[in-house]
T-cell receptor, first 114, second 115 residues
Framework: SAVISQKPSRDICQRGTSLTIQCQVDSQVTMMFWYRQQPGQSLTLIATANQGSEATYESGFVIDKFPISRPNLTFSTLTVSNMSPEDSSIYLC???????????FGPGTRLTVT | AQSVSQHNHHVILSEAASLELGCNYSYGGTVNLFWYVQYPGQHLQLLLKYFSGDPLVKGIKGFEAEFIKSKFSFNLRKPSVQWSDTAEYFCAVNPLSGGYNKLIFGAGTRLAVHP
């Protein structure tokens, strides 16, 4: 399995500002993902981030709102830009094991936008 | 659109009762199937998975799930639950036409086990 850490674990932000969430994994992985879990709802995939290429966004998510970086095989960042209260959610980083093809999840970042 | 349905949003059981959580998906091609569990205050953990082979798969902590292809179902079962099984359970499907990446999650089922 992979051990994934996220920073920050939680934050309260003002409307109109941006927050960058960091995801660090303890082993090299090809594919990393960012999910959103809105209050009382299930997980929704925001984008897939492969090292050395542009992130692939799911329907309803755009790069200008959620820019993603993937500078190496163990690290990724997700920025939530120009935040509004509707962005209040838990944001989760996930990695796909290159060996087992299982996805492992980080602890999440709980974001509250006021 | 591809979707995953979990039939029960909240389940309340007494210890030693049997558990079955339903999961159905809408996708006609080959899929990988997963159940994840999220204990209170903890992050998502993989409970079990089905890729191919025996449709009855066993996971951690005495859980098992059965893949019934004709019913597009992957129900989770446990013969005798414990208080420590109190958690939220998510069914997830990976449609293989999209490669080994996209997981589509169900809405989740909150299980409360009373001692």
């Amino acid at each position: 399995s992979a051990v994934i850490s996220q920073k920050p674990s939680r934050d309260i932000c003002q409307r109109g500002t941006s927050l960058t969430i960091q995801c660090q994994v303890d082993s090299q992985v090809t594919m990393m993902f960012w999910y959103r879990q809105q209050p009382g709802q299930s997980l929704t995939l925001i984008a897939t981030a492969n090292q050395g290429s542009e992130a692939t966004y799911e329907s309803g998510f755009v790069i200008d709102k959620f820019p993603i970086s993937r500078p190496n095989l163990t690290f990724s960042t997700l920025t939530v830009s120009n935040m509004s209260p509707e962005d209040s959610s838990i944001y989760l980083c996930s990695v796909l094991s290159d060996i087992s093809y299982e996805q492992y999840f980080g602890p999440g970042t709980r974001l509250t936008v006021t | 659109a591809q979707s995953v349905s979990q039939h029960n949003h909240h389940v309340i059981l007494s210890e030693a009762a049997s558990l079955e959580l339903g999961c159905n998906y809408s996708y006609g091609g080959t899929v990988n199937l997963f159940w994840y569990v999220q204990y209170p205050g903890q992050h998502l953990q993989l409970l079990l998975k089905y890729f191919s082979g025996d449709p009855l798969v066993k996971g951690i902590k005495g859980f098992e799930a059965e893949f019934i292809k004709s019913k597009f179902s992957f129900n989770l079962r446990k013969p005798s639950v414990q208080w420590s099984d109190t958690a939220e359970y998510f069914c997830a499907v990976n449609p293989l036409s999209g490669g080994y990446n996209k997981l589509i999650f169900g809405a989740g089922t909150r299980l409360a086990v009373h001692p």
